[in-house]
């Protein structure tokens, strides 16, 4: 798997990110093992998560991916050849919330307990907190670079202005910068990143490391009617059942029947090859799922498949 370089990060990654989000919710300990093993085993060596996963399910408290992906890297060895991004922002507790300089730093070490490692290699921050100063947010993260205890920072959720903001500011204060970027985007959600946002990754050097890739599961092509609406991610693809849903997928099955890859591969290898994208990610809650993901970092669509897919969206 032909690796890329992640932005100004000084990291080089494989073309597709896996998403830790469903470990701890829809896919236990065993089958995470099993999934992680799959994606290392086939080239994978990117992992995407979050310390306030997975929050939102009863029992747990946040952390829960975090511990089980500190786990496998101490199982299985890898953690030298993995690059590791985990978030700050979502989860409330010691030092307060948002990004306060008090809450990152004591989120960044809960973290590094979580994962079994001394340093993070990407941190981003998980939603701009318009409620703290940037100088403060960044300052903090520059602290945790200088220490160690970070290599390279990130910013997820952030506007193209709020971005410009947090760079001019860094460099104002000669501080570490955002270098890699993640913001949604995929076939049928595309106005948050073309356009100002897409220009100033590429024009400051920003990896982007889009999230939601497969529109909540939509475009795998497993819910085309009312009753295929069942299991967990149910509801957030209903919204896309309407509109250019339906006019994406009849464009996907199309490639699929001239490819033979499947939707899910199609997808991801479509925004794989936007400008300024350096790995989508994608999750799987079984060890079988990641064969798609896989397919996608590799599939090369013809220019005119591309183009028909970015007409349908």
């Keep these: ?134 100088e403060e947010t960044l300052g903090a993260l520059d602290a945790l670079v200088k220490a160690g205890r970070v290599r390279a920072i990130g910013a997820s959720n952030y506007s193209p202005a709020r971005l410009a903001e947090a760079l001019a500011v860094s460099d104002r204060n000669g501080w570490a910068r955002f270098t890699v970027l993640q913001p949604e985007y995929n076939l049928l959600k595309r106005d948050e990143y073309e356009g100002a946002l897409q220009r100033l990754a590429i024009d400051e050097k920003i990896g982007v490391v889009p999230y939601y890739g497969l529109a909540s599961g939509y475009l795998s092509g497993k819910y085309r009617t009312p009753a295929d609406l069942t299991g967990t991610r149910a509801g957030a693809v209903k919204k896309w059942m309407e509109g250019k849903g339906p006019a994406v997928l009849a464009a996907m099955d199309s490639i699929a029947a001239e490819t033979g890859a499947s939707l899910a591969s199609i997808a991801l290898a479509w925004l794989r090859e936007q400008p300024g994208i350096t790995a989508p990610i994608a999750s799987a809650s079984k060890p079988d799922q990641v064969a798609d993901l896989i397919k996608a970092a590799t599939l090369e669509l013809r220019p005119d498949q591309l183009n028909r897919l970015t007409a349908a969206g």
């Excluded at 890329?4 to 990291?11: C, I, Q, V």
């Excluded at 730093?105 to 703290?132: G, K, M, W």
Aim: charged fraction near 20%; hydrophobic fraction near 40%; aromatic fraction near 8%.
């Design 1 to 134: 798997m032909k690796q890329r370089t992640l932005g100004a990060s000084g990291f080089s990654v494989a073309p597709i990110m896996l998403g830790g989000n469903v470990f701890g919710w829809t896919a236990d300990e065993r089958t995470s093992f099993a999934v992680l093993d799959a994606f290392a085993e086939s080239g994978g060596n990117f992992i995407d998560t979050a310390d306030v996963y997975s929050a939102w399910v009863p029992g747990n408290s946040g952390g829960e991916s975090e511990t089980i992906i500190g786990k496998w890297l101490k199982a299985s060895g890898r953690r030298d050849s993995t690059v590791i991004a985990t978030k700050v922002g979502l989860l409330d507790g010691e030092g307060g919330k948002g990004l306060k300089a008090g809450r990152i730093a004591a989120a960044c070490e809960a973290s590094l307990n979580r994962l079994q490692t001394d340093v993070i290699d990407v941190y981003f921050a998980h939603r701009d907190d318009p409620d703290t100063p940037l």
